[in-house]
C-alpha cells in the first residue's frame, strides 16, 4: 500500500483547531508508519478554502496520484471537503480506482461497510452544522439591522453614524421621500437624478451632482 497524504489549513481554520500542516503531516506519517505503507507522499494546500474541492491544486494532485490499493489520508473530514457533494463525490473517485479513505480524526476507514456507512453520515451532519452556522449568522445581522445597529459596508444614505448605530439624518431622508415620490409617479433615474440636483439635495459624499445609479442604489435598499 503506498499512503497518499493530504493536509490543508485555511486562515481561519488554523486559528480555530490549531493544527498547522506540520502537526497533520506528523500525525499522516505516524499512520502510516504504524499500517505499513510502502511509501508516504503528502500534498499541501496551505490559505485555502475548503468551500470547493476543484479550486485546490493539492488536493487535486494527491487525487490524481491514488491508484488501486493506495490510502488517501487526512487528518479530519474538514481538511478534506466543506460540503456533502464533494465529499460524496471524492469517496466514490477512491472506490473506482480500488482504494480507501482513512481519516484519522473521525477513525474512519473504508475498508469496511460500516467505515463507508459512517464517513457518509459524518459528511451530511458536517454540512448541517455549518448551514445552521450560517442562518443563525443571517438572524443575528437581521436582529442588528432592525435594531439600528451597522452591521458592515458603508453608512447608507438617509443615516449617520452615532456611537455604533445608525441614526436617521432629516436632511437625507427629506430626498429619499422625494426620490420615492418622485419614482412612484413615473419619473425616470435620470429625472430623478436632475430633479434632486434642482432642489440642492447632496449625496452622501456631499457632491451636488446625481448619478442615476446611486438613485437606484437608494431605491433597491428602500425595497429590501
Same mark, same amino acid.
Given at each position: 500500500?503506498? &499512503?497518499?497524504?493530504?493536509?490543508?489549513?485555511?486562515?481561519?481554520?488554523?486559528?480555530?483547531?490549531?493544527?498547522?500542516?506540520? &502537526?497533520?503531516?506528523?500525525?499522516?506519517?505516524?499512520?502510516?508508519?504504524?499500517?505499513?505503507?510502502?511509501?508516504?507522499?503528502?500534498?499541501?494546500?496551505?490559505?485555502?478554502?475548503?468551500?470547493?474541492?476543484?479550486?485546490?491544486?493539492?488536493?487535486?494532485? %494527491?487525487?490524481?496520484? #491514488?491508484?488501486?490499493?493506495?490510502?488517501?489520508?487526512?487528518?479530519?473530514?474538514?481538511?478534506?471537503?466543506?460540503?456533502?457533494?464533494?465529499?460524496?463525490?471524492?469517496?466514490?473517485?477512491?472506490?473506482?480506482?480500488? &482504494?480507501?479513505?482513512?481519516?484519522?480524526?473521525?477513525?474512519?476507514?473504508?475498508?469496511?461497510?460500516?467505515?463507508?456507512?459512517?464517513?457518509?453520515?459524518?459528511?451530511?451532519?458536517?454540512?448541517?452544522?455549518?448551514?445552521? #452556522?450560517?442562518?443563525?449568522?443571517?438572524?443575528?445581522?437581521?436582529?442588528?439591522?432592525?435594531?439600528?445597529?451597522?452591521?458592515?459596508?458603508?453608512?447608507?444614505?438617509?443615516?449617520?453614524?452615532?456611537?455604533?448605530?445608525?441614526?436617521?439624518? +432629516?436632511?437625507?431622508?427629506?430626498?429619499?421621500?422625494?426620490?420615492?415620490?418622485?419614482?412612484?409617479?413615473?419619473?425616470?433615474?435620470?429625472?430623478?437624478?436632475?430633479?434632486?440636483?434642482?432642489?440642492?439635495?447632496?449625496?452622501?459624499?456631499?457632491?451636488?451632482?446625481?448619478?442615476?445609479?446611486?438613485?437606484?442604489?437608494?431605491?433597491?435598499?428602500? +425595497? %429590501?
Amino acid at each position: 500500500m503506498n &499512503a497518499i497524504g493530504y493536509v490543508r489549513v485555511s486562515t481561519d481554520g488554523q486559528a480555530q483547531d490549531g493544527v498547522s500542516l506540520e &502537526a497533520q503531516e506528523a500525525k499522516l506519517r505516524a499512520w502510516a508508519d504504524l499500517n505499513g505503507a510502502e511509501s508516504v507522499t503528502i500534498y499541501r494546500d496551505a490559505g485555502l478554502s475548503g468551500k470547493r474541492a476543484d479550486n485546490r491544486p493539492g488536493l487535486q494532485e %494527491a487525487l490524481n496520484a #491514488v491508484g488501486k490499493g493506495d490510502a488517501l489520508i487526512v487528518y479530519s473530514l474538514s481538511r478534506l471537503a466543506r460540503s456533502t457533494k464533494d465529499t460524496i463525490a471524492i469517496s466514490e473517485l477512491l472506490a473506482k480506482r480500488e &482504494a480507501d479513505l482513512v481519516s484519522l480524526s473521525e477513525k474512519i476507514d473504508t475498508t469496511t461497510a460500516a467505515g463507508k456507512m459512517v464517513f457518509r453520515m459524518l459528511a451530511v451532519l458536517s454540512e448541517f452544522e455549518r448551514d445552521q #452556522v450560517s442562518e443563525r449568522t443571517r438572524f443575528a445581522l437581521a436582529h442588528k439591522r432592525a435594531s439600528g445597529e451597522k452591521t458592515g459596508g458603508d453608512v447608507p444614505y438617509g443615516y449617520q453614524l452615532e456611537d455604533g448605530r445608525l441614526i436617521k439624518d +432629516a436632511g437625507e431622508q427629506k430626498a429619499i421621500a422625494l426620490i420615492r415620490m418622485l419614482h412612484k409617479a413615473g419619473n425616470s433615474l435620470r429625472q430623478i437624478a436632475r430633479k434632486l440636483e434642482a432642489r440642492g439635495y447632496r449625496t452622501k459624499t456631499g457632491r451636488t451632482h446625481w448619478h442615476p445609479q446611486s438613485v437606484k442604489q437608494i431605491l433597491e435598499r428602500q +425595497a %429590501a
